[in-house]
């Protein structure tokens, strides 16, 4: 998906426009997410569950049916989201980055704790819970507070002062300290994470309506590109910037290859 760092010390350097090709490229990447099947005449759970690989009973239990309910016409049937197994993974792993219990993580899936994660293997896992990842994003951010101004709903990957980037990268910089955490504002997949030249380790991470954010100035990353994360999930630590000698992070929104301001980008 683009150039890999020589550990040695030969690291490719990537200008300012391999930066947005890499941003173009990465929004491609396919997020697992629920699918919604409008019924239509004709359509029974048995047909749906054949076409999507789940059972019947499955269905029902994750639309908040009874087994006597009658189908009806315009009526949305949600199915599972869905998560392909990398290598390195595991069940724990899985079930707390997708906010569940390893419990409900069994049952959906019909295996137990002696199941081996096979890579490319499919999991299903059960819809967002918005509550839940409503208060995970305040009890992450209700205390951050940057101008004088308390971000219980919206927050930033930092709390530190934030400097305009107004060159051809537009985003921000925030002024840091080295070990800070640098925290998602978003939900989404880890699809990028590499060393990019004065921008220390960059994380990428791609949203459901495939908005890119770029979060540089990492010296330490605490994630990897599969990882699912939800907003005030700690990407990375703050390191010192190669070439003005301070600690900082770098903050960037993309959508479809153009900047978006971050100031109005999504959060949550």
């Not at 990465?26 to 789940?54: C, H, M, N, P």
């Not at 049937?77 to 707390?96: E, N, Q, W």
């Not at 925030?174 to 060393?195: F, Q, R, T, Y």
Request: hydrophobic content about 35%.
């Amino acid at each position: 998906m683009g150039c890999y760092p020589d550990y040695k010390g030969n690291i490719m350097e990537l200008n300012k426009k391999l930066f947005i090709i890499i941003l173009l490229s990465v929004s491609a990447f396919i997020f697992g997410q629920e699918s919604i099947v409008k019924i239509k005449k004709g359509d029974t759970l048995y047909q749906i569950s054949r076409q999507y690989k789940v059972s019947v009973s499955l269905l029902i239990s994750f639309n908040d049916m009874q087994s006597t309910d009658t189908l009806l016409i315009g009526q949305e049937i949600h199915i599972p989201f869905s998560y392909t197994v990398k290598k390195g993974d595991t069940l724990y792993g899985i079930a707390r980055d997708s906010g569940i219990g390893i419990d409900e993580l069994y049952r959906l899936n019909g295996i137990d704790k002696n199941h081996i994660l096979k890579p490319d293997e499919t999991l299903l896992l059960p819809k967002k819970n918005t509550e839940s990842e409503e208060n995970l994003k305040i009890e992450s951010s209700a205390v951050v507070v940057t101008e004088d101004r308390q971000y219980a709903d919206f927050f930033w990957p930092h709390s530190g002062e934030r400097v305009s980037m107004n060159g051809k990268l537009k985003g921000d910089e925030i002024l840091g300290n080295k070990g800070d955490e640098i925290v998602s504002v978003s939900s989404g997949k880890v699809v990028w994470v590499a060393p990019y030249r004065g921008y220390g380790r960059l994380i990428m991470v791609e949203t459901h309506d495939h908005h890119i954010y770029a979060y540089g100035g990492n010296e330490e990353t605490l994630v990897k590109v599969g990882d699912s994360v939800l907003p005030g999930t700690t990407l990375g630590l703050m390191g010192i910037n190669s070439i003005e000698r301070n600690a900082k992070a770098f903050f960037f929104v993309y959508k479809d290859g153009k900047p978006v301001d971050t100031e109005k980008a999504p959060r949550g």
